[in-house]
């Protein structure tokens, strides 16, 4: 398990603190002599339709698949391991009967690939901690084949300083100058190029072996903050989409990210400019609420 994995865990238990959340767990596995070996890549975000409460969580299945088919494209050995989820605001210390129900449905289900499940739970927050003991966690593992899971032990999970595959943070990236080679074979990169170049300056062009093309770059907002985004471009259809991703969003942009998520923009630039409305919209709800 990387630790950076943990942390981004971490990030998202104290970004929602009254709501339980949770996410999707990516990466490999080995089985050998009866040992069963899990090796942590990712951690895939709830996603912007996620839905939470204090004793529920909805995640964003379309957003979350797009990610790891993403990701499976570049790594083909790449595998869903499991999902982690919260109770440190319910206080159960344990996984609910929900829970339990429910992985063990998907790890009997006909299209999971594995003969396992992975369970990570964030039980409860240590304040003042850091690093690794800023939360208490558990660790399960769901067998196929019936009801059965058992506790991993602390002592026998390893954290490492492994990179990981996502969050997009973690993925290491070149520039794209958009000047030559086989990144201008969708001509709307010319405009998407230079219409950023005019009006949004401080976006640039990546390649990555794990997320392909995207734009990266921080928007001006109408308070004068700067909102860190990504708009990633997907070339499995016949004409490229796009997708924009917020990060670290502040809370009165957290419900804003709903409105973005849609599967598809029909350009970076495109995307921007419904992103940009957006959040500035949302921002003003937020003063006009304020002001009330």
Not at 77 to 102: A, F, K, M, R, Y
Not at 113 to 132: E, H, R
Request: with cysteine; aromatic share 10%.
């Amino acid at each position: 398990m990387p630790r950076e994995a943990m942390m981004t865990v971490f990030d998202e238990c104290d970004a929602f603190p009254d709501d339980e959340t949770g996410g999707r767990i990516i990466g490999t596995y080995r089985e050998a002599k009866g040992v069963l070996t899990i090796t942590v890549a990712g951690i895939i975000e709830p996603g912007p339709r996620a839905r939470r409460s204090r004793v529920s969580l909805f995640q964003d299945g379309s957003y979350q698949e797009r990610v790891f088919r993403r990701v499976e494209q570049a790594h083909p050995e790449i595998e869903h391991l499991g999902s982690w989820h919260t109770h440190h605001v319910n206080g159960l210390p344990h996984l609910s009967g929900g829970d339990i129900e429910t992985y063990t449905r998907t790890v009997n289900h006909e299209n999971h690939n594995t003969s396992f499940f992975y369970a990570l739970l964030v039980t409860g927050k240590n304040p003042g901690a850091k690093g690794i003991d800023r939360y208490e966690f558990r660790h399960y593992v769901f067998h196929r084949g019936g009801g059965d899971f058992v506790e991993v032990p602390a002592s026998d999970v390893k954290f490492t300083d492994t990179a990981m595959l996502w969050p997009v943070a973690a993925a290491p990236a070149g520039p794209a100058t958009g000047d030559s080679g086989p990144r201008e074979e969708w001509p709307g990169r010319v405009a998407d190029r230079d219409t950023l170049g005019e009006l949004y300056k401080s976006f640039r062009s990546y390649t990555s072996q794990q997320l392909g093309f995207y734009w990266r770059g921080k928007l001006e907002l109408v308070d004068g903050s700067e909102q860190d985004l990504l708009v990633l471009e997907d070339q499995t259809g016949r004409e490229p989409a796009y997708t924009v991703m917020l990060r670290n969003p502040p809370e009165p942009l957290h419900a804003a990210g709903h409105a973005i998520a849609k599967p598809q923009h029909n350009s970076a630039r495109q995307a921007l400019a419904d992103t940009e409305r957006t959040l500035n919209r949302a921002l003003f709800e937020q003063l006009r609420k304020t002001v009330r």
